[in-house]
């Protein structure tokens, strides 16, 4: 009885030792512990600092609108060693108010240009259709040389940048003819290189008859000026830059 009584003892402390196994198994490795995320660390507020500057008599909490627009325009004369000394002193809260009522103003400021050169375009459109009727080409064929001079006088300076443009394309229009036209007659290509050579003298002599003809072709050139005018007028003036006068002292 003593054996087999031995015997069982083994097989149940087998049994144990294979139970411990399969149940170790079964319930896994431990899982692994994430560490939790690092909490930051709050900083502290940064203290508001009252701003020492007054206008009018008020400080800077106490301001309004119309303070703030005051400040903006007056920045705008303002040197670069003043505009930095007003943002230190205005503080992160003023410089950003400042800056919107300085963006406001620049806002303000182009929408009045665009306004102003919706009205110049409009104002030279008029003047263009104007002058299309009185500078028609039967009008100016009809016209003396002195009463054309006399029109063109009366038109001003759009006047002076169509005779311009004339001139110009006189010139871009001649100079490569003249070049082709002088190299079939001759064989050569202008050259004013060497003055002393044959080919320069004859440049030269095709070049003064050009300018012979640029001079006898002005009552043309005045002609052709006159009824490009009014496309100056359209396309051309309300481009240009405008001067304002100067302003006289005491005004503003």
Same mark, same amino acid.
Request: aromatic share 8%.
């Given at each position: 009885? %003593? !054996?087999?009584?031995?015997?069982?003892?083994?097989?149940?402390?087998? %049994?144990?030792?294979?139970?411990?196994? %399969?149940?170790?198994?079964?319930?896994?490795?431990?899982?692994?512990?994430?560490?939790?995320?690092?909490?930051?660390?709050?900083?502290?507020?940064? !203290?508001?600092?009252?701003?020492?500057?007054?206008?009018?008599?008020?400080?800077?909490? =106490?301001?309004?609108?119309?303070?703030?627009?005051?400040?903006?325009?007056?920045?705008?004369?303002?040197?670069?060693?003043?505009?930095?000394?007003? $943002?230190?002193?205005?503080?992160?809260?003023?410089?950003?108010?400042?800056? #919107?009522?300085? /963006?406001?103003?620049? #806002? /303000?400021?182009?929408?009045? /240009?665009?306004?102003?050169?919706?009205?110049?375009?409009?104002?030279?459109?008029?003047?263009? /259709?104007?002058?299309? =009727?009185?500078?028609?080409?039967?009008?100016?064929?009809?016209?003396?040389?002195?009463?054309?001079?006399?029109?063109?006088? #009366?038109?001003?300076? $759009?006047?002076?940048?169509?005779?311009?443009?004339?001139?110009?394309?006189?010139?871009?229009?001649?100079?490569?003819?003249?070049?082709?036209?002088?190299?079939? =007659?001759?064989?050569?290509?202008?050259?004013?290189?060497?003055?002393?050579?044959?080919?320069?003298?004859?440049?030269?002599?095709?070049?003064?008859?050009?300018?012979?003809?640029?001079?006898?072709?002005? !009552?043309?050139?005045?002609?052709?000026?006159?009824?490009?005018?009014?496309?100056?007028?359209?396309?051309?003036? !309300?481009?240009?830059?405008?001067?304002? #006068?100067?302003?006289?002292?005491?005004?503003?």
């Amino acid at each position: 009885a %003593l !054996p087999e009584r031995d015997g069982l003892r083994k097989e149940v402390a087998a %049994l144990e030792s294979r139970a411990a196994e %399969l149940k170790s198994q079964i319930a896994g490795p431990p899982p692994a512990t994430v560490p939790a995320p690092a909490t930051p660390a709050t900083l502290p507020p940064i !203290p508001q600092v009252e701003s020492g500057l007054t206008r009018n008599g008020k400080p800077v909490a =106490s301001w309004t609108d119309a303070d703030w627009e005051e400040l903006a325009a007056a920045v705008e004369d303002m040197s670069v060693e003043k505009r930095f000394e007003m $943002a230190q002193a205005l503080g992160r809260g003023g410089r950003e108010k400042l800056l #919107e009522f300085t /963006q406001r103003r620049d #806002e /303000q400021r182009q929408k009045e /240009q665009e306004e102003a050169g919706a009205a110049q375009a409009e104002v030279s459109k008029a003047s263009a /259709q104007e002058l299309r =009727s009185k500078l028609s080409f039967e009008s100016l064929r009809d016209m003396t040389n002195e009463e054309r001079f006399e029109v063109a006088k #009366e038109v001003g300076p $759009a006047y002076i940048f169509s005779l311009g443009m004339v001139a110009v394309s006189y010139w871009v229009l001649n100079i490569p003819i003249l070049a082709y036209t002088y190299h079939e =007659s001759t064989g050569m290509w202008p050259d004013l290189g060497n003055l002393d050579s044959l080919g320069a003298l004859q440049t030269a002599g095709a070049l003064t008859g050009v300018f012979a003809a640029y001079a006898l072709l002005k !009552p043309v050139r005045l002609f052709v000026a006159l009824l490009v005018t009014p496309w100056t007028v359209e396309n051309v003036m !309300p481009n240009l830059p405008r001067f304002d #006068e100067p302003k006289e002292e005491g005004k503003k």
